[in-house]
């Protein structure tokens, strides 16, 4: 076959970007190189619908044990009773939560999409906000942590089936026990969507939903910093509560109704190659050098978050307990999306956010969102906080200034030469 010289040349250059600048996508991480070794492998040519053990297709023998070492290792790592590693992203296990515990038109309550919610928490533009009918909590515009008065208020008025709890720009840890509390008194289940601090919590860092919350969800590649995909764990199994039938007319276990809800429900077969990669970066993730970098993670969150507020910037809620912050740009007069291309001109990579109870619209939003997983996984620490800061600083004070954006530029190369990525011998 001829080679693709096109796309590998698009590869190099993709390649060459994220070498070269400030990744600060706070959903975003590196992966190792075995663990793209493993997303790119034999794997993806295989066929395996169904379960290890259980499967539709011949010659599942070994994919079988690959996804069944991936089950082990995502039960070991989260200290969970049972997992489901096939979904294949965040959205995708937290569709498979909805079809197995819900009916359409059953009511749901979630974070705000604007107060740093995700869209498959009930957003009008999403499969969940479609099919279910959505409510939702937001933050407090005074502290900027979730208001836990107002969850509650809504959960007695509207009686939702299922209360959602995480968010993708949140930078507090949640009170599990009271939202189970509340769930209890209205009949709900809780579902975690760990998403973003997944890492954190598996390695302690933050407060464990399993104890609480009836389902957890979470993707595998922020600061878990596997591949790209989703995962659905159980703390402890349990029967379903409104006595949900099978297509087969059986009321089973929550695992069960889980597993038929990924495939057949929403998947077909399973992404065998990723869940080979997923092994790889859980078997990661429960190592000594992992906590050594999750710990960073954390470190260098809050030294970025102090830089920040010490250079007047506006953080929403203050600080960050985990590895990311939603900054409010109202006070340096500029725009999310102003911000967003400045920076990028300058090669430092963050994205435009809406803020809580923000008066500008998604497209242009008030706020950025950061995060510190990629670039700790560069080798950075707690001085390079200021450092990058203090490049940020300097590209929004002066956003159309390309004598400033060059030198910043030039700055972000030197800084990210000497943590190189894929040379990196911490990667390999
Ligand atoms: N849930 C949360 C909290 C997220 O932040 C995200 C992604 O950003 C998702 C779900 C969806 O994950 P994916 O992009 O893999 O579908």
Not at 54 to 72: F, L, M, N, Q, S
Not at 197 to 214: K, M, Q, V, Y
Request: net charge neutral.
């Amino acid at each position: 076959m001829k080679r693709d010289k096109l796309i590998f040349k698009l590869l190099d250059e993709e390649q060459q970007r994220q070498e070269e600048g400030i990744e600060l996508i706070a959903s975003e991480n590196f992966v190792s190189k075995q663990v793209m070794e493993a997303a790119g492998s034999v794997a993806t040519n295989k066929y395996a619908e169904g379960l290890p053990g259980k499967r539709y297709y011949g010659g599942c023998e070994i994919v079988d044990e690959i996804e069944t070492i991936a089950i082990d290792r995502a039960k070991q790592l989260f200290n969970a009773e049972w997992a489901n590693v096939q979904p294949h992203s965040g959205a995708q296990a937290n569709a498979a939560v909805m079809l197995a515990v819900l009916q359409p038109g059953d009511k749901i309550l979630g974070f705000d999409l604007s107060h740093g919610g995700h869209l498959t928490h009930g957003s009008a533009v999403n499969f969940s906000g479609k099919l279910y009918q959505p409510h939702f909590y937001g933050v407090k515009k005074d502290t900027g942590y979730v208001d836990y008065e107002q969850l509650k208020e809504v959960a007695l008025r509207e009686k939702p089936k299922l209360i959602i709890c995480g968010a993708s720009a949140y930078s507090r840890d949640w009170d599990y026990e009271f939202i189970r509390a509340v769930a209890d008194e209205v009949g709900a289940l809780v579902l975690a969507d760990i998403s973003h601090p997944a890492g954190l919590i598996a390695r302690g860092l933050l407060t464990d939903p399993l104890p609480h919350c009836h389902i957890v969800t979470t993707t595998t590649h922020k600061t878990l910093r596997g591949p790209r995909g989703g995962l659905i764990l159980l703390g402890k199994d349990f029967e379903n509560p409104w006595g949900l039938k099978t297509p087969k007319g059986e009321v089973r276990m929550m695992s069960a109704l889980l597993d038929m809800a990924v495939f057949p429900g929403t998947q077909g077969g399973p992404l065998e190659h990723i869940i080979a990669a997923k092994a790889i970066a859980f078997g990661e993730a429960l190592s000594d050098s992992y906590m050594k970098y999750i710990l960073q993670v954390k470190v260098n969150g809050a030294a970025m978050a102090k830089a920040f507020v010490e250079r007047g910037y506006d953080i929403i809620s203050g600080g960050t307990d985990n590895h990311l912050m939603l900054i409010d740009l109202r006070n340096k007069n500029i725009s999310g999306k102003a911000a967003e291309k400045a920076l990028v001109s300058a090669d430092i990579t963050a994205n435009k956010n809406m803020v809580p109870y923000d008066d500008k619209s998604p497209f242009v939003t008030s706020g950025i969102r950061v995060g510190t997983a990629a670039i700790t996984t560069r080798g950075l620490k707690e001085k390079h906080m200021d450092t990058i800061v203090e490049l940020i600083d300097m590209v929004i004070n002066d956003p159309e200034n390309e004598t400033v954006l060059k030198k910043v530029r030039k700055r972000v190369h030197k800084l990210m030469e000497d943590h190189p990525l894929y040379r990196d011998k911490h990667l390999g």
